[in-house]
């Protein structure tokens, strides 16, 4: 039998990403093992490498760009048989803090500050993205040929799902995109901002001036479409589907948010029905 030499780190790497891996966090971990054999790597000096390159970062942090990545490569190492196969434990992650939705209340308050400063586009951005669950940067990408103000629809080209999606709009949106539409050409942008940052700049000015708490473009718009069809009854999968969600888990994670006192409501609803006889 032939003698297998030992690979080093920095040549699976290679291999890794020669064989289409993601190299995005890798230059800083293979300067670190460098020409380090694979077999001689275990757990234990990739943890100390996570924690040497992010003393001060969250454990997310550290899993993401540093275990994920340098697990990658010994896994590819692994399939092509030159080193055992490595079991990593992530660094333990504290749960995300929900954030808050912007409730009706807030648009109400955020619309009529737009109103009174006469910011048309900016309202209608926010009320498009909390209308159509559209992300800020689908809405800021929007052109005029891609909206449909007869049939109530806005064609969402390449979105993160990279499929188109159709969104439909309400009365109320409509109205106001044809207020804003005017003379504008086909290859106009609808809502005139090209930069996602630019809208929470100015949604963060109108929040200042309304006196409100200032809620991201995520907050508003795709969490507020989120929570807000929800509340009016419509249901998860339906809710899901009109927003282009894919993935459940990330969905109930992030977006379904339990009510107070569930318990009795739930009661509640039972005690509208009739199970049997009269006891």
């Not at 929900?98 to 209608?124: N, T």
């Not at 969104?167 to 290859?187: H, I, M, N």
């Not at 009854?233 to 894919?246: C, F, L, N, V, Y």
């Amino acid at each position: 039998m032939l003698h297998q030499p030992y690979r080093s780190f920095s040549e699976t790497a290679a291999s890794y990403i020669e064989h289409g891996g993601d190299r995005r966090y890798l230059p800083r971990i293979i300067d670190h093992f460098k020409d380090r054999a694979l077999v001689s790597i275990h757990p234990f000096d990739i943890y100390q490498m996570a924690e040497s390159f992010y003393p001060n970062a969250i454990n997310a942090t550290r899993n993401r760009q540093a275990l994920t990545p340098a697990r990658a490569v010994m896994i590819h190492g692994y399939e092509r048989g030159w080193c055992s196969y490595i079991k990593l434990r992530r660094f333990r992650q504290d749960p995300p803090k929900r954030k808050s939705p912007a409730a009706p209340v807030w648009l109400h308050a955020f619309i009529r500050q737009c109103e009174r400063d006469r910011l048309h586009h900016v309202a209608a951005i926010v009320l498009f993205m909390s209308q159509t669950g559209a992300r800020v940067s689908e809405a800021v990408r929007l052109l005029w040929a891609q909206v449909d103000l007869e049939g109530r629809t806005a064609l969402l080209l390449k979105t993160k799902t990279s499929v188109n999606s159709r969104r439909y709009l309400t009365d109320e949106l409509v109205t106001r995109l044809r207020k804003l539409r005017g003379d504008a050409a086909a290859d106009d942008h609808v809502f005139r901002y090209t930069c996602r940052h630019s809208v929470n700049e100015r949604i963060k000015a109108v929040c200042a001036r309304a006196e409100i708490s200032y809620k991201s473009s995520h907050a508003c718009g795709r969490h507020s479409f989120a929570t807000n069809a929800m509340d009016n009854g419509i249901d998860i999968k339906s809710t899901m589907q009109a927003g282009d969600w894919r993935s459940v888990e990330v969905f109930l994670g992030t977006y379904v948010h339990p009510r107070q006192n569930a318990g009795r409501m739930v009661a509640d609803r039972f005690n509208a029905y009739q199970f049997g006889a009269d006891i």
